[in-house]
């Protein structure tokens, strides 16, 4: 939750090539109080059955700049490993082409930003939710 000499974060992931959230995938979330700050490592989560991070952890004040690590390779190792079994012939070699997506933003006190993910094995997007 934000006050008015904080700001706060929430996301989430769906994955467009199923049309459904990505549950287990880790979040981690780092943030730095100005451009030449170094990055402070605040914790993480893992989303859950509906894709969800509901307990990232809280900003300090005084953050101007924030981090979200996804660590998708996981769960896309998974997603690609049970569709080989129905389809071996029509699957790549196996790597993921997106281990992780880093997503770096501006923030100010105050403001909640919501930063959904939308994956797919060979694409993705972010945006400022709501």
């Not at 993480?44 to 660590?71: M, N, Q, W, Y």
């Not at 790597?95 to 939308?118: K, N, S």
Request: proline share 8%; charged share 20%; hydrophobic share 40%.
């Amino acid at each position: 939750m934000s006050t008015s000499s904080t700001a706060s974060v929430s996301t989430h992931i769906l994955d467009t090539s199923v049309g459904r959230p990505a549950p287990g995938v880790a979040v981690r979330l780092s943030a730095r109080a100005g451009r030449d700050a170094a990055w402070q490592a605040l914790g993480g989560s893992a989303t859950d059955a509906d894709g969800r991070c509901k307990d990232l952890p809280a900003l300090p004040e005084g953050i101007t700049h924030v981090r979200l690590d996804f660590v998708v390779e996981p769960y896309l190792t998974q997603k690609q490993a049970d569709a080989q079994q129905d389809a071996p012939a029509n699957r790549d070699s196996g790597a993921v082409f997106f281990p992780e997506v880093v997503v770096t933003f501006a923030v100010e006190p105050g403001e909640h930003y919501h930063v959904p993910l939308l994956l797919n094995p060979f694409g993705y997007s972010v945006y400022r939710g709501s």
